[in-house]
């Protein structure tokens, strides 16, 4: 309420700018640790744990009014009454249990509970899902391959569960789970090769696994229908080893710890709390295409101005990766030169998790197949995983197996839904989510300044995604390409990556995102041959201290002010600040940092001109 007190009392720029001020720690120096200074006071200044957390809040309490009210829908009842049913039955419903303490009959299962492998067999042996052929980014396969790393945490969660409690095969189940991740530990390559199979050429160069069997159970089909199907294949020696030990291992234990795998994922999937809240970001990851139509239709109000304002974002930014290339610093050929250009023109963007397909009909037929219920939570919770497995597989089904961007959306992670813009190299698209567009982090009506530092900061990061050592590998088109991979193993692209590598990372990709993203944002406002030292700025009339190269990089910094995360696929929010900053030459000029007192990075650009160049 008091946010809403200041914005009729102050404009939308001025009031960025006196949150920039709010968030800062001006004991801290800028040029050794940027982020505390930009960031170190935010959580004095701010009763979240991050922007994303403050966005979130925004938008969890404007859907909980609208399910809570009694607003119909006219053009798609079925959807929005499935989602307030949904709803109804997480806020309501008093079953809960926690790890410490699993109730008997969550620990006996029926068969019932897991009649279909789709609820819990997928990420437990393999890592099964429907996607893309690597060459034809409309053509729908099923992919193969070893469970992915972050399915660890569940592995130990399961561990734990398993010595807690008096299992009947829990000997079993201990050095079932040990045996698994040796095989993953021994067979884990960084880029395996990946096979492209019918079904018949998969059971038989894998014969220890029933592929048969289980795409049937999956896809709720004869076998013969199964003959058209395209696998894509990775992995291959672990998944025939992986086979022979789950023919060699009690089948009892085999079937318990599959049932505590599901256990398991129900209780990962579930909200952390029942509140309306938590139970409302719930559904956004896991019944995502509904909980967005509801924003989109009925409280989502600028669209047409964001629309209009991102799209001209992206042509500045497009404007300056289009001068990086035109300088060539990498010096590739006239072929490649063709083949970033178009796949740089190409790039679109995109507001909301939406499909092309905007008609009520679809909408409202998209979950006609679920049967949710008012009181029982965990029901619909099995439903829900279910009907994710049969909207993510039905594609599989229809002539030729090809993608209908008619009605794509991203459906992919039933735990925690994106807020932050994401770039899918498949599609050649920067999506931004719909409640990521709300203040502090975006308002149509602030000043560039404001748009062309975090925002274009964030996109700039997304369109480096398609330039980096595996976005490269993708076409305009989505397609991977040896032009793009001759691009990357030239010398000068790979003496790039080495360059950055001095530095310790968690992911080089994100890396390279981060420092491509920065310098392109600022090169995008200030132009390639701005050189601060030779200005002398005006004060803008929202904010009369720091000058216009200062503040960009304040405004740039404090979209990832908040308590330090733990580290998973990013390096932490304070090196990912510092080290951008500290690879930029014109950081050190725009806070007349000392060569002594500065970070001591390299400098490393892999696609901007030389100075030389540019000076020339």
């Known amino acids: 309420m008091a946010l809403e007190c200041i914005r009729a009392d102050m404009d939308i720029s001025s009031l960025t700018a006196l949150q920039i001020h709010k968030n800062m720690n001006r004991s801290a120096d800028p040029c050794t640790d940027f982020w505390s200074y930009a960031c170190g006071g935010f959580a004095n200044a701010s009763e979240y744990v991050d922007n994303f957390e403050w966005v979130e809040d925004l938008y969890a309490t404007s859907m909980r009014e609208f399910l809570e009210s009694q607003v119909e829908d006219s053009q798609s009842p079925l959807l929005l009454k499935q989602m307030r049913t949904y709803y109804k039955a997480c806020t309501t419903d008093t079953l809960y249990w926690t790890w410490d303490d699993i109730p008997e009959p969550f620990r006996h299962w029926t068969s019932k509970l897991d009649s279909s492998r789709g609820h819990g067999l997928n990420g437990v042996f393999f890592d099964e899902r429907v996607d893309v052929a690597t060459n ?10 070893m469970p992915q790393l972050s399915t660890r945490y569940s592995v130990q969660r399961a561990l734990g569960i398993i010595k807690k409690y008096p299992w009947e095969h829990k000997d079993e189940m ?17 880029e395996p090769i990946v096979l492209t199979w019918r079904v018949k050429e998969l059971s038989q160069q894998i014969p220890q696994v029933p592929w048969t069997s289980i795409m049937r159970d999956i896809l709720g089909i004869d076998p013969g229908q199964l003959d058209n199907l395209l696998f894509e294949v ?4 672990y998944l025939r080893e992986m086979g022979q030990l789950l023919a060699t291992t009690d089948p009892g234990a085999l079937n318990q710890y599959l049932k505590l795998r599901q256990l398991i994922l129900i209780k990962e999937t579930e909200p952390p709390k029942r509140n309306p809240k938590a139970c409302i970001h719930h559904m956004r990851a896991l019944l995502p295409l509904g909980m967005e139509y509801i924003y989109d239709t009925f409280l989502y109000k600028n669209r047409k101005q964001d629309t209009l304002k991102l799209q001209e974002i992206l042509r500045s930014l497009k404007a300056t990766f289009g001068k990086y290339l035109n300088g060539n610093r990498l010096g590739v050929t006239l072929d490649q030169l063709d083949y970033l250009k178009a796949k740089l023109n190409g790039m679109k963007i995109k507001i909301g998790n939406l499909p092309e397909d905007m008609s009520p009909e679809f909408y409202d037929n998209h979950y006609h197949s679920a049967n949710f219920s008012e009181s029982s939570f965990l029901k619909n919770l099995i439903e829900a995983l279910a009907l994710r497995t049969r909207l993510q597989h039905e594609g599989l089904l229809q002539p030729g197996s090809r993608l209908d961007l008619r009605r794509y959306y991203v459906n992919d992670d039933v735990v925690k839904a994106r807020t932050s813009p994401f770039y899918e190299n498949e599609r050649n698209t920067i999506t931004v989510p719909m409640l990521f567009l709300q203040w502090p982090l975006f308002d149509h009506r602030q000043h560039f300044i404001f748009h062309g530092s975090l925002l274009q900061g964030v996109l700039g990061h997304e369109m480096s995604h398609g330039f980096e050592q595996e976005g490269i590998l993708f076409d305009a088109a989505g397609n991977e390409s040896p032009i793009g991979l001759e691009i990357r193993e030239s010398p000068a692209f790979q003496d790039a990556l080495k360059c950055v590598q001095q530095k310790p990372f968690v992911s080089l990709k994100e890396r390279l995102a981060d420092l491509n993203g920065l310098q392109l944002a600022y090169d995008g406002f200030f132009d390639l041959n701005h050189d601060s030292r030779k200005f002398e700025y005006r004060p803008y009339a929202f904010e009369a201290e720091f000058a216009a190269p200062q503040l ?3 405004s740039y910094a404090q979209f990832f002010c908040g308590l330090l995360p733990p580290v998973i696929a990013h390096d932490r929010d304070d090196e990912r600040v510092n080290v951008s900053v500290g690879y930029l030459r014109q950081f050190a000029y725009d806070f ?21 160049s540019m000076s020339g």
């Open 234 to 237: 990775s992995d291959v020696d």
């Open 592 to 612: 007349k940092c000392e060569p002594s007192t500065g970070q001591s990075h390299p400098i490393c650009e892999m696609w901007r001109p030389r100075e030389e």
């Open 136 to 145: 034809d980014s409309l053509q729908l396969v099923v992919q193969i391959q």
């Open 174 to 190: 201990i050095q079932l789970a040990g045996n698994l991740r040796r095989l993953e530990d021994k067979h884990r390559l960084q």
């Open 552 to 554: 960009f990089f304040l």
